[in-house]
């Protein structure tokens, strides 16, 4: 009931087109979705969050879309690019507390 | 220039030597966390800290200790009761444990020969 899944483990996608990264999570009690974005050799970093009361948050090319009833929430990247290559994590925690995440994806943006 | 800083990048050590991974952070978080990544899995927990001198076990705790004398330091010894210790390490923090945002280090990467 901890766990969140996601998929796919890894997305090959075209420069300029739309990656999504889906999540699904048990715990109803989960009250936090960051997503984290990794570069090879690096530590992860804040990409963007949501809470459970909002349907969708956007910035820039980055959006979440959340589905409460469904327990889902995805990740979409517009326009994306080559820059955009890394592997990205979604996570879900009860007030901060122990982040969860997801196993992560893969992403690689093709020129 | 704020931040958490891991050293060393890069670390090698013998089966059967227990070994300490350094952790620092001046950004006066209150919360410190180790995570272990391995290839295909997400962040695993291993151990956290709320305030100096207390800490707690995560998901993974076996194998490794920690210490926080320190609200800046939070440095993770890899025991030789650790079965599997190659992996990339992270250090994070925040500004409490019921804090949302985590800061992560750049990581350390041991390998045990």
């Known amino acids: 009931q901890q766990q969140v899944k996601q998929s796919p483990q890894s997305l090959i996608v075209q420069k300029g087109g739309i990656s999504i990264i889906n999540c699904a999570y048990e715990?109803?009690?989960?009250?936090?979705f960051p997503w984290y974005q990794q570069f090879p050799g690096k530590g992860p970093a804040l990409l963007i969050a949501i809470r459970p009361d909002v349907s969708e948050k956007k910035e820039g090319r980055f959006t979440i879309s959340f589905n409460k009833s469904a327990k889902q929430f995805s990740l979409h990247i517009m326009d994306s690019q080559p820059g955009d290559s890394a592997t990205y994590f979604c996570?879900?925690?009860?007030?901060?507390?122990?982040?969860?995440f997801g196993a992560g994806t893969r992403l690689f943006v093709k020129a | 220039d704020g931040g958490i800083t891991q050293s060393p990048k890069y670390l090698f050590r013998k089966e059967g030597q227990n070994v300490t991974l350094s952790c620092e952070q001046n950004l006066n978080h209150d919360a410190m966390y180790w995570y272990r990544q391995d290839p295909g899995q997400g962040l695993r927990l291993i151990y956290y800290s709320q305030i100096v001198n207390d800490f707690q076990k995560g998901d993974i705790a076996e194998g490794y200790s920690v210490s926080r004398e320190k609200k800046e330091s939070f440095p993770l010894t890899v025991t030789s009761a650790q079965k599997n210790p190659t992996a990339f390490y992270l250090c994070a923090s925040s500004r409490a444990v019921a804090s949302d945002t985590q800061y992560f280090g750049p990581g350390t990467r041991l390998t045990v020969l």
């Open positions: 996570a879900a925690s009860i007030g901060g507390f122990k982040t969860i």
């Open positions: 715990n109803t009690a989960f009250d936090y």
